[in-house]
C-alpha cells in the first residue's frame, strides 16, 4: 500500500496530471499511506477537487499530514470524504484549521462516524463561521456534538453567510433542546437548506413540533426530511402533517419509518398527500405500526393526488386485505408513475397477490421496482408476477419475492 501511495503522490505533483478526482475508500491506508498521499497533495500542480476517503483506518496522525497539505495547496478541493476514520477531536480540530484558512472552497465535507464530540463539533463550527460562505453539504452522522457543540452550529446555521443545502445529523444524541437550537437557528436562516438527516435522534413529539414551526414558514424550501426512528407518535405527526399542509410544495422526500404512527397518524398524513398543491416523490412509512385502515385511507388520498409520487415504502407494516386491495387500486390507475414500491413482511397472502398482480397487468408501464419480499403469495402468483419482469410490454425490472414458509 506504501508504494501505491507513493506511486500517486508522485502522479499528483506531475504537472502533466489531468487528475480530478481519487477515491481510495475501503483500502487500510493508515496513517502512513496518507502522509505519503499528502506529498503530492500539497504540490501547487495538484488539481485535484473530489478526494474519497472513507473507511482508510486514518488516525490523528494522517489527519494532520492531510490537513497540512491542504492549507499548502487548498484552493482546488471541493469534496473530501473522511467517512468511518477514526479522527477524533484532535483530527477534527487540524481540519477546522484547514476550513477557515480563505483560500478554501471545500463544498462538501463529510464526517460520519469519525469518533468526535462536543470539542471537535465547536472547533469545526467555529472555523466555518469564519470562512461560511463555500461550505454545501456537512455530513455530522453518527458523533457526539454534545450542547455547546449544537449551541455553536446553530449559531452559524443562522449566520447569513451560510449556505449549507444539505446537513446530516443522524444518531447524534439530538433531544429537545437540541433540536429547539436547530430549528430556532435555521427559522432565522431558512431558504438555503434542503436537505435535513435528524434520524436516530430522540425528537420524540415536542421535538418534532419545534421543528414544524421551521417546516410551514413560507421561506423554508427543505425537499428531504429524514427522520426515521425518532420516537414521534401520533401527536408529532399531528404537527408535521399540519405544518407540511400549510407550505405543501417543497418538500419531496419524507421518512417517517421506524416510528409509532399508527392507522391515526397515518390519516393525518393522508390529508396532506391528497392535497394538489403537496409534490412529494419519496414517501418512506417502514414500520409504523399501520394496519389495513390506515393503508386504505393512505391509498386512497394517493388516488386523488397520483402523478408526483415515485416511491412508497409500506414495509414491516400488517396491510391487510382491505388495506391491500385499496392501494391495487391506486397501482391501476393511469396516472399513477409509482416506480418504487416496498412491501416487504407485510403479511400478504393469495388474496392480496391476486389484486397486485391484477392492478399491475393493467397498468403496465411505470413500475420498476417490487419488493414482496417475506410475504406468502401463492406458487401461481409469483409465476404470474415473475413473467411480468419478462414481459417486454412493463417496465418492472426488480422483483423480490423471497418467501418465508
Given at each position: 500500500?506504501?508504494?501505491?501511495?507513493?506511486?500517486?503522490?508522485?502522479?499528483?505533483?506531475?504537472?502533466?496530471?489531468?487528475?480530478?478526482?481519487?477515491?481510495?475508500?475501503?483500502?487500510?491506508?493508515?496513517?502512513?499511506?496518507?502522509?505519503?498521499?499528502?506529498?503530492?497533495?500539497?504540490?501547487?500542480?495538484?488539481?485535484?477537487?473530489?478526494?474519497?476517503?472513507?473507511?482508510?483506518?486514518?488516525?490523528?496522525?494522517?489527519?494532520?499530514?492531510?490537513?497540512?497539505?491542504?492549507?499548502?495547496?487548498?484552493?482546488?478541493?471541493?469534496?473530501?470524504?473522511?467517512?468511518?476514520?477514526?479522527?477524533?477531536?484532535?483530527?477534527?480540530?487540524?481540519?477546522?484549521d484547514l476550513l477557515q484558512n480563505p483560500h478554501c472552497k471545500l463544498k462538501q465535507m463529510l464526517l460520519c462516524n469519525c469518533s468526535f464530540g462536543e470539542e471537535g463539533c465547536s472547533v469545526l463550527a467555529l472555523a466555518l463561521r469564519s470562512n461560511p460562505s463555500h461550505l454545501r453539504e456537512l455530513d455530522l452522522n453518527d458523533n457526539y456534538?454534545?450542547?455547546?457543540?449544537?449551541?455553536?452550529?446553530?449559531?452559524?446555521?443562522?449566520?447569513?453567510?451560510?449556505?449549507?443545502?444539505?446537513?446530516?445529523?443522524?444518531?447524534?444524541?439530538?433531544?429537545?433542546?437540541?433540536?429547539?437550537?436547530?430549528?430556532?437557528?435555521?427559522?432565522?436562516?431558512?431558504?438555503?437548506?434542503?436537505?435535513?438527516?435528524?434520524?436516530?435522534?430522540?425528537?420524540?413529539?415536542?421535538?418534532?413540533?419545534?421543528?414544524?414551526?421551521?417546516?410551514?414558514?413560507?421561506?423554508?424550501?427543505?425537499?428531504?426530511?429524514?427522520?426515521?426512528?425518532?420516537?414521534?407518535?401520533?401527536?408529532?405527526?399531528?404537527?408535521?402533517?399540519?405544518?407540511?399542509?400549510?407550505?405543501?410544495?417543497?418538500?419531496?422526500?419524507?421518512?417517517?419509518?421506524?416510528?409509532?404512527?399508527?392507522?391515526?397518524?397515518?390519516?393525518?398524513?393522508?390529508?396532506?398527500?391528497?392535497?394538489?398543491?403537496?409534490?412529494?416523490?419519496?414517501?418512506?412509512?417502514?414500520?409504523?405500526?399501520?394496519?389495513e385502515q390506515g393503508c386504505a385511507a393512505l391509498s386512497s388520498a394517493l388516488k386523488l393526488n397520483p402523478s408526483h409520487l415515485r416511491e412508497l415504502d409500506l414495509g414491516n407494516n400488517y396491510l391487510g386485505v382491505l388495506g391491500v386491495k385499496v392501494l391495487s387500486h391506486l397501482l391501476?390507475?393511469?396516472?399513477?408513475?409509482?416506480?418504487?414500491?416496498?412491501?416487504?413482511?407485510?403479511?400478504?397472502?393469495?388474496?392480496?397477490?391476486?389484486?397486485?398482480?391484477?392492478?399491475?397487468?393493467?397498468?403496465?408501464?411505470?413500475?420498476?421496482?417490487?419488493?414482496?419480499?417475506?410475504?406468502?403469495?401463492?406458487?401461481?402468483?409469483?409465476?404470474?408476477?415473475?413473467?411480468?419482469?419478462?414481459?417486454?410490454?412493463?417496465?418492472?425490472?426488480?422483483?423480490?419475492?423471497?418467501?418465508?414458509?
Amino acid at each position: 500500500m506504501e508504494k501505491s501511495c507513493s506511486a500517486l503522490a508522485s502522479d499528483l505533483s506531475s504537472n502533466s496530471s489531468n487528475l480530478n478526482e481519487l477515491t481510495l475508500s475501503y483500502n487500510n491506508l493508515l496513517d502512513s499511506g496518507v502522509k505519503l498521499l499528502s506529498v503530492g497533495l500539497m504540490n501547487h500542480q495538484c488539481k485535484l477537487k473530489t478526494l474519497q476517503l472513507e473507511y482508510c483506518s486514518i488516525g490523528e496522525k494522517g489527519c494532520s499530514a492531510l490537513a497540512s497539505a491542504l492549507r499548502s495547496n487548498p484552493s482546488h478541493l471541493k469534496e473530501l470524504n473522511l467517512n468511518y476514520n477514526k479522527l477524533g477531536n484532535s483530527g477534527v480540530r487540524l481540519l477546522s484549521d484547514l476550513l477557515q484558512n480563505p483560500h478554501c472552497k471545500l463544498k462538501q465535507m463529510l464526517l460520519c462516524n469519525c469518533s468526535f464530540g462536543e470539542e471537535g463539533c465547536s472547533v469545526l463550527a467555529l472555523a466555518l463561521r469564519s470562512n461560511p460562505s463555500h461550505l454545501r453539504e456537512l455530513d455530522l452522522n453518527d458523533n457526539y456534538p454534545g450542547k455547546s457543540g449544537m449551541k455553536l452550529l446553530s449559531d452559524l446555521l443562522q449566520y447569513p453567510l451560510c449556505q449549507l443545502k444539505k446537513l446530516g445529523m443522524c444518531n447524534c444524541s439530538i433531544g429537545e433542546e437540541g433540536c429547539a437550537a436547530l430549528t430556532s437557528a435555521l427559522k432565522s436562516n431558512p431558504s438555503h437548506l434542503r436537505e435535513l438527516d435528524l434520524s436516530y435522534n430522540k425528537l420524540g413529539d415536542s421535538g418534532v413540533k419545534l421543528l414544524s414551526d421551521l417546516l410551514q414558514d413560507p421561506q423554508c424550501k427543505l425537499e428531504t426530511l429524514q427522520l426515521y426512528n425518532c420516537s414521534i407518535g401520533e401527536e408529532g405527526c399531528s404537527s408535521l402533517a399540519s405544518a407540511l399542509r400549510s407550505n405543501p410544495s417543497h418538500v419531496k422526500e419524507l421518512d417517517l419509518g421506524c416510528n409509532k404512527l399508527r392507522d391515526s397518524g397515518v390519516k393525518l398524513l393522508a390529508d396532506l398527500v391528497e392535497d394538489s398543491q403537496c409534490k412529494l416523490k419519496k414517501l418512506l412509512l417502514e414500520n409504523i405500526n399501520i394496519e389495513e385502515q390506515g393503508c386504505a385511507a393512505l391509498s386512497s388520498a394517493l388516488k386523488l393526488n397520483p402523478s408526483h409520487l415515485r416511491e412508497l415504502d409500506l414495509g414491516n407494516n400488517y396491510l391487510g386485505v382491505l388495506g391491500v386491495k385499496v392501494l391495487s387500486h391506486l397501482l391501476g390507475d393511469p396516472k399513477c408513475k409509482l416506480e418504487i414500491l416496498q412491501l416487504y413482511n407485510c403479511r400478504i397472502e393469495e388474496k392480496g397477490c391476486a389484486h397486485l398482480t391484477s392492478a399491475l397487468r393493467s397498468n403496465p408501464s411505470h413500475l420498476r421496482v417490487l419488493n414482496l419480499s417475506c410475504n406468502k403469495p401463492s406458487v401461481s402468483e409469483m409465476k404470474l408476477l415473475s413473467n411480468l419482469v419478462q414481459d417486454p410490454r412493463y417496465k418492472l425490472e426488480k422483483l423480490d419475492l423471497f418467501v418465508l414458509y
